[in-house]
C-alpha cells in the first residue's frame, strides 16, 4: 500500500489547471513486436518517383503506416492502413486532411490522389521493425494522430494545424485527497498508452525529477519536450514502482489516429489544379458571423482489466528469457464542444476561428481549453462540411470495405436527407454522415479495437486477451448567426507592418486559506503571415518559476482571423460600455464590453467557472492586454499579460 507524503494543500493547489492533456507521441512499445521482413509490410520503405516521395514505416503498436510524403520540396505527414491488399490514408496539408491510396505494382507502388497515379519505385527498406520512432527508418513521429481539433480526451477527427516544435506524453493527471498525483487519463493512441502507462496510477518523478510540491505547469513543462526527443516516467501502482521511457511527438488536437478515409468528397489536393479555388461559391450558410458548434465525446473500453508490461523484476516470464509485470487497464472517457465561426468569406476560402470546451457533466459547466482556427475552401471543410453538389450526386451502394447510405436521419428534433460513408478499417469502421442540403457533417465516429494484450492467465501462465476499443463520436448541434461587430472586417493599410507581439504579466494560482503563487509570465507572437483577412502566426508562453532554472517555453501554431490581433478602430468607436454583443445559449459564454481602460477598448467575456478580459488600443485596434481567470474546484488560476512590443 502506498503511503502520501504529500500535504493535502497541493491537491487544491493543483485542481486549478490540470483539465486538458499534454499532447504527444511516443515510442512504441509491444511486447510482442519483433522486426518485421518487408514482405510482412510490402509499403515499409522509402520510394522515389518524378514528382513524389514516400517514406513510410509500420507501427506494430497501431498496426498501421506512419511517414511523410514529399511533393515539390515540401514535405508532408501521412499514414493509413492496408485493405484488401491496399493501403488507404491520408495525408494533412496546411491542416487539411486528404485521402490516397496505394497499390503494390511489381518491384514498386503507384500512389493515387485526387484523381492522379503516381508510379514509385523502393529505394530502401525499414532497417527496424518498423516503429518510425525506433530510429531505423528516418520517418517521424505519426503526425496523422495530430489530425483532431482539440476534443477533449480524444473526441473528433477534426483537421488540426501545423505540427508545433514541442510535444508531450498524452496524459491527464489530477492530485487525489492524499496529494498523489494521479493519472486519471491516458490519451488513446497516443505516447503514454503506447508506452504501457495506464491510468490510475502514480506519476512520481519526471527524468529523475520528484513532482512533490511542483505547480502543475512546472509538471506539464518536465512533460513537453521537442518532439522526438525522450523523456523518463516513473509511476507507481498501489504495490509497485516501474520506469517507462516515453519518446515526445505533436498531436496538436489530441485525438487517436483515425486512419483510413472514406470515399467522400474531399478538398483539392496539392496534387490536381485549383489548389486553393477563388470563384467557388460556398454553401448558402457560409456567411460572416455564422457559428457551428459540434459536441464531441471519447470512451476507452479495456479489453482485459489486467495486462502484462515489461518488468525486468517481473514474475512473468517468456520462453526467449522477458520478464513481465500485471499492471491495471483501466478505460475512461471524456467530453466537450467545439464551436466553429465563419469571420470571414472572401475568394473562395472561409477563414474560421475555432474554439474547445470541456463539459462537465455534472454541472454542465464549460471550461475554454484552447482557441485556434483555421483557413479552409468554402467548398468542403475538411471533417466539418462537404459540397452539397458533390453529395447530392453520389450513389448509394457499396464498394469493397465502403458503403455509401443515403436516406433520412433524425438528430435531434429535426430530420435530414443524408449520405453517410462507411467504411471498415482493421478492428473496427469509421462514419461520417452529411446533410445533403447544407453540406455539414452531423456526425461523425469511430469504434476500433487495438490488437490482442498480454494478460495473465491461470496456473502462472501468461495469455492473449482481447485490446482495448476506442470509440469516438461526433454530433452536429446547431447553427446559428451573431451579431460580432468585427467579422467581415478588414485590415487597414498599416496593419501590413505587424511582425510581432511581446507581453509580460504573471501567473497566478489562489486556494481559500492557502493563499496566493504568482510566477512572472511571457508570451512572444511571431506573425509569419498577415494579410487582409487573415493572420498566421507562432505564439510562445514561458513561466518563469524563479527556481534557478531559464523558463522552458511552449510554441504552438495559431491561424484563423485578424481579431486575435487586432479590430478596426472604427468599430471600437462605436461600441458603448456595457453593451451585450453575444450570449452563446450552449456555451452559456457573455461577451460584453467592459469599457475604456488606460486608451483600450476592453471586451469580457464571461461564464459560471471563468472570466477573459481582452483589451485592444482604441487607436490602433491592435491587442494591448488579456487577462484569464478560471475556477476549478477550491482554486483559482489568474492570467495577466500586459503588451510590451
Known amino acids: 500500500m502506498r503511503i502520501s507524503t504529500r500535504p493535502a494543500v497541493w491537491m487544491a493547489m493543483a485542481m486549478a489547471l490540470v483539465l486538458a492533456f499534454c499532447s504527444s507521441i511516443s515510442l512504441a512499445q509491444n511486447p510482442l513486436g519483433r522486426p518485421e521482413a518487408v514482405e510482412q509490410h510490402p509499403f515499409a520503405g522509402v520510394f522515389t518517383g518524378d514528382k513524389i516521395a514516400l517514406d513510410l514505416n509500420y507501427d506494430n503498436a497501431q498496426q498501421a503506416y506512419t511517414g511523410w510524403l514529399t511533393f515539390q520540396g515540401k514535405k508532408y505527414a501521412c499514414g493509413g492502413i492496408v485493405d484488401n491488399s491496399q493501403l488507404v490514408g491520408k495525408f494533412v496539408a496546411d491542416g487539411k486532411p486528404y485521402p490516397f491510396s496505394v497499390g503494390i505494382d511489381g518491384n514498386g507502388i503507384t500512389l493515387s490522389s485526387d484523381g492522379q497515379n503516381y508510379p514509385l519505385k523502393r529505394q530502401a527498406a525499414p532497417a527496424d521493425g518498423g516503429n ?43 492530485p487525489n485527497q492524499d496529494g498523489d498525483l494521479v493519472i486519471v487519463g491516458v490519451m488513446p493512441g497516443g505516447p503514454a498508452e503506447k508506452a504501457g502507462i495506464k491510468a490510475g496510477t502514480y506519476l512520481v518523478e519526471i527524468d529523475g525529477k520528484s513532482t512533490e510540491n511542483l505547480p ?133 476560402t472561409a477563414i474560421v476561428d475555432a474554439r474547445n470546451f470541456l463539459l462537465n457533466p455534472q454541472t454542465q459547466a464549460c471550461t475554454s481549453i484552447g482557441a485556434g482556427g483555421y483557413i479552409l475552401p468554402v467548398n468542403n471543410g475538411g471533417d466539418y462540411w462537404g459540397d452539397p453538389q458533390q453529395l447530392k450526386q453520389m450513389r448509394a451502394g ?35 454522415t452529411y446533410d445533403t442540403d447544407s453540406g455539414i457533417v452531423l456526425s461523425l465516429g469511430s469504434c476500433t479495437t487495438g490488437a490482442a494484450q498480454m494478460t495473465p492467465g491461470p496456473n502462472g501462465a501468461g495469455g492473449m486477451g482481447d485490446g482495448n476499443t476506442h470509440m469516438v463520436q461526433c454530433f452536429f448541434v446547431g447553427m446559428r448567426q451573431t451579431e460580432l461587430p468585427w467579422t467581415g472586417q478588414r485590415a487597414t493599410p498599416d496593419l501590413a507592418q505587424l511582425k510581432q507581439l511581446d507581453f509580460a504579466g504573471s501567473y497566478s494560482t489562489a486556494v481559500q486559506m492557502a493563499g496566493t503563487i504568482t510566477w512572472p509570465y511571457t508570451s512572444h507572437w511571431d506573425i509569419g503571415k498577415l494579410d487582409e483577412f487573415s493572420v498566421q502566426m507562432k505564439q510562445t508562453f514561458a513561466i518563469d518559476y524563479r527556481n534557478g532554472q531559464p523558463p522552458q517555453p511552449q510554441t504552438s501554431d495559431r491561424a484563423g482571423s485578424l481579431t486575435c490581433v487586432w479590430v478596426d478602430p472604427r468599430i471600437l468607436g462605436k461600441l458603448q460600455q456595457g453593451q451585450v454583443i453575444d450570449e452563446d445559449p450552449i456555451t452559456k459564454m457573455k461577451l460584453s464590453v467592459a469599457g475604456v481602460q488606460n486608451g483600450s477598448v476592453v471586451f469580457v467575456e464571461r461564464s459560471q467557472v471563468e472570466t477573459t478580459s481582452v483589451a485592444y488600443d482604441q487607436r490602433s485596434g491592435q491587442i494591448s492586454g488579456i487577462q484569464m481567470q478560471q475556477q476549478n474546484g477550491p482554486g483559482t488560476t489568474t492570467i495577466t499579460l500586459q503588451r510590451t512590443k
Not at 165 to 174: E, R, S, T
Not at 405 to 430: H, M, N, Q
Open 132 to 174: 518510425p520512432l525506433a530510429g531505423g527508418g528516418g520517418a517521424a513521429p505519426n503526425p496523422l494522430a495530430g489530425g483532431g481539433g482539440g476534443f477533449p480526451a480524444g473526441g473528433g477527427n477534426r483537421p488540426a494545424l501545423a505540427p508545433a516544435g514541442n510535444g508531450g506524453v498524452g496524459m491527464k493527471f489530477q
Open 216 to 348: 502543475p505547469e512546472k509538471v506539464r513543462d518536465l512533460l513537453s519536450g521537442p518532439i522526438g526527443s525522450k523523456v523518463k516516467l516513473t509511476i507507481d501502482t498501489e504495490t509497485d514502482s516501474h520506469d517507462f521511457l516515453v519518446t515526445r511527438g505533436d498531436l496538436s488536437g489530441g485525438n487517436a489516429p483515425q486512419p483510413g478515409p472514406g470515399p467522400g468528397p474531399g478538398p483539392i489536393g496539392p496534387f490536381g489544379p485549383g489548389n486553393q479555388p477563388n470563384n467557388v461559391a460556398g454553401p448558402a450558410w457560409m456567411k460572416p458571423g455564422v457559428r457551428l458548434t459540434f459536441w464531441g465525446g471519447s470512451a476507452l473500453i479495456p479489453g482485459v482489466n489486467t495486462v502484462l508490461v515489461p518488468d525486468d523484476n517481473g514474475d512473468w516470464k517468456t520462453p526467449d528469457g522477458r520478464s513481465f509485470k500485471p499492471a491495471d487497464n483501466p478505460g475512461g472517457g471524456g467530453m466537450g464542444y467545439q464551436q466553429l465561426t465563419v469571420a470571414n468569406v472572401v475568394n473562395g
Open 398 to 432: 457499396t464498394n469493397g470495405p465502403v458503403r455509401v447510405f443515403r436516406g433520412p436521419y433524425k438528430l435531434g428534433d429535426k430530420t435530414y436527407d443524408v449520405v453517410r460513408i462507411t467504411t471498415k478499417v482493421d478492428g473496427g469502421y469509421t462514419q461520417t
